[in-house]
Antibody, heavy 123, light 109 residues
Framework: QVQLVQSGVEVKKPGASVKVSCKASGYTFIYHGISWVRQAPGQGLEWMGW????????NYAQKFQGRVTMTTDTSTNTAYMELRSLRSDDTAVYYC????????????????WGQGTLVTVPS | QSALTQPASVSGSPGQSITISCTGTSSDVGSYNLVSWYQQHPGKAPKLMIY???KRPSGVSNRFSGSKSGNTASLTISGLQAEDEADYHC?????????FGGGTKLTVL
């Protein structure tokens, strides 16, 4: 069965970086993309960006451009999301989710999600 | 790009039907038939309920249906059940990005 297993809880100081991993199994990794979505406490979902596992092409939400990098390792079927220059308002649960397609237009149809990774940035 | 607009909360009694709206613009909801809806219970990851505006993934109850008119997409849940109480989020492709709504809390009275 399809599974996305994310790395564990992170506590970071303001200004630091965090790198969250997302290991996929149960499907052909390179035939799909991965969206990263975050959810601040008590808030809605926020799309951060997308990476095609086929060719590594990325699309980042304008809000995060310059501060986020998404990568994949096709040898281990793992996606990574690194967020730099952390602030207290980056405190959130970060999710990876499998897209329906290798193309960007599939970045909203997310059929499997990781369990989420809590990143806390104390003020 | 601004988030799609959803009502903060809706409520209904068991057996009733409710509709949640999701209003975007001609650059996102209005331009693409690529709206999805997600159900999220507290402390859990979101679950895909509707994709491409009106299609249901395998295993999702046919009590859930989606539609679109102009720049507004809608999710209708018929025959409300206690287990439907959750947060619901809409999402739309927007050409070179994807955007979510602010989420709607559904309370089953």
């Amino acid at each position: 069965q399809v599974q996305l297993v994310q790395s564990g809880v992170e506590v970071k100081k303001p200004g630091a970086s965090v790198k969250v991993s997302c290991k996929a199994s149960g499907y052909t990794f390179i035939y799909h993309g991965i969206s990263w979505v975050r959810q601040a406490p008590g808030q809605g979902l926020e799309w951060m960006g997308w990476i095609s596992a086929y060719n590594g092409n990325t699309n980042y939400a304008q809000k995060f451009q310059g501060r986020v990098t998404m990568t994949t390792d096709t040898s281990t079927n793992t996606a990574y999301m690194e967020l730099r220059s952390l602030r207290s308002d980056d405190t959130a649960v970060y999710y990876c989710a499998k897209g329906s397609s290798v193309h960007l237009w599939g970045s909203c149809r997310l059929d499997y999600w990781g369990q989420g990774t809590l990143v806390t940035v104390p003020s | 790009q601004s988030a799609l607009t959803q009502p903060a909360s809706v409520s209904g009694s068991p057996g009733q039907s409710i509709t949640i709206s999701c209003t975007g613009t001609s650059s996102d909801v209005g331009s693409y038939n690529l709206v999805s809806w997600y159900q999220q219970h507290p402390g859990k990851a979101p679950k895909l309920m509707i994709y491409e505006g009106s299609k249901r993934p395998s295993g999702v109850s046919n009590r859930f249906s989606g539609s679109k008119s102009g720049n507004t997409a809608s999710l209708t849940i018929s025959g409300l059940q206690a287990e439907d109480e959750a947060d619901y989020h809409c999402c739309s492709f927007a050409g070179n990005s994807t955007i979510f709504g602010g989420g709607t809390k559904l309370t089953v009275l």
